[in-house]
């Protein structure tokens, strides 16, 4: 079976399990959505927010890209996917909370860290791209030439997701929406080989893992 049969085996497994046993919520959802939470994610395949939340259909607004970031407004002359997205999240959905969800291992942070991308002829998209991330990781790797026990890939991962919350910032939507408390912004990290998920602390800007009753 070809990777595509696959795909189209699971459609089959959803359209006769889940999409027929919640029926009502597929014939609410089919009049519009209005979830309360936008995410976004890295475009990893192994760190799909909605499994890693349990989220049902309509609860995400979900915008992924390499390494989850969100480029400062000032740094868009064009079409962005991203701006978009968060505006239309923001002013027409009106979401109330905006998760920035990183993760451990991912490949972006990692090739951002060793300077794979640092040849644009390599791959010209993905080092534009990721030169959104220059300004933490050159941060990082300051740290590290001053204390050599960091585990750089692991600070850079959570440098990112607190540079991407500042870039969320720097859109007057969404300055403005959190400034009259209607929204809140939010940073957390995954990590698929322990099932830990981290959250950031907006006050002191550490993560602290939440705790797992087994
Ligand atoms: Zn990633």
Not at 30 to 51: L, N, Y
Not at 129 to 145: G, L, S, T
């Amino acid at each position: 079976m070809s990777e595509f049969d696959a795909l189209i085996d699971g459609y089959l497994r959803f359209r006769l399990g889940d999409y027929r046993d919640e029926r009502e919520r597929y014939d609410r959802l089919a009049q519009g959505q209005s979830p309360k939470v936008m995410i976004i994610a890295c475009s990893d395949s192994r760190v799909d927010p909605t499994r890693v939340f349990d989220a049902a259909p309509g609860q995400m607004f979900v915008l992924r890209n390499i390494a989850n970031l969100v480029p400062p407004m000032a740094a868009i002359t064009g079409q962005s996917s991203v701006a978009a997205a968060l505006e239309y999240a923001v002013t027409s959905i009106r979401v109330e909370h905006i998760v920035v969800f990183g993760h451990a291992r991912c490949g972006g942070v990692a090739a951002a860290l060793a300077g794979d991308f640092d040849n644009p002829v390599a791959g010209r998209h993905v080092h534009a791209w990721m030169e959104f991330i220059a300004p933490a990781r050159d941060a990082v790797r300051a740290a590290c030439a001053m204390h050599p026990d960091i585990d750089a890939e692991r600070a850079l991962e959570q440098a990112g997701v607190r540079l991407s919350i500042d870039n969320l910032r720097s859109y007057p939507f969404v300055a403005q929406a959190e400034a009259a408390g209607e929204i809140m912004l939010h940073g957390v990290i995954f990590d698929i080989a322990d099932g830990a998920l981290k959250v950031l602390d907006r006050e002191t800007g550490q993560y602290s893992v939440v705790p797992v009753a087994f």
